[in-house]
């Protein structure tokens, strides 16, 4: 059996600036760009991450046992966990949310 996950990632925040105390001039617009462009680098460093454990290390660094252990009925030992996380399609989503934006720290 090949198994499937699918691991969400959602991270929401404020950017403060350091030296101005003054909102980031057309807020709506660059918060959108900061929100595509830090997605698309945590989903780059996500798919690194596990693709370097499947294929490198080759152990269930993502702890995702627990999703197998939880799956199957069947009795696993570490190794059968770690072949089948080694041999599974693992689809990352990031969704960032910037609250707002501006103002001194």
């Known amino acids: 059996d090949k198994y499937f996950f699918n691991i969400q990632i959602k991270l929401t925040g404020t950017i403060v600036e350091h030296k101005e105390q003054k ?3 057309d807020g709506t ?3 959108k760009v900061f929100q595509d462009s830090l997605e698309q680098h945590i989903k780059k460093r996500a798919e690194a991450f596990i693709k370097k454990t499947q294929e490198e290390y080759k152990f ?3 702890c995702l046992a627990n999703y197998i252990k939880a799956y199957t009925r069947e009795k696993l030992t ?3 966990i770690d072949r089948i ?3 599974a ?3 990352v989503e990031v969704k960032v949310h910037i609250k ?6």
């Open 89 to 91: 399609e693992i689809n």
């Open 85 to 87: 996380v080694e041999n």
């Open 78 to 80: 570490k190794e059968d």
């Open 29 to 31: 617009n660059l918060i």
């Open 60 to 62: 269930d660094a993502s």
């Open 100 to 105: 707002n934006a501006g103002g001194k720290m």
């Open 23 to 25: 909102p980031i001039q």
